[in-house]
């Protein structure tokens, strides 16, 4: 499984379209920037710190076929990379991500650490 943290509004305009073209940064860059899970809470502290009204949106990897890439970034780490839009149909769940009193995205229990 891998992950996609979101604007929730950016989230909802995808479902109405069916797709998901990427965050600013992710337009920037060229690719969806995506999470595993040893990956997630890493990227939500770095990434979407005091960021109000987000989601984590679940995918199986494997759904995505050969648009998704498995690259070297922070540290070395292989992280996924969709080239490609994100079908919104391909959605495993979504789940609120409320902050912390420190500003950082609470993530679900069932996430690894």
Known sequence: MIFKIVASKAWREACREGVF???????????IHLSAADQVRETAAKHFKDVDDLLLVAFDAAALGAALVWEPSRGGALFPHLYGNLPTASVLWEKPLPLDADGIPILPEDIAA
């Open 21 to 31: 073209r990427g965050s600013p940064d992710d337009m920037r860059d060229g690719f």
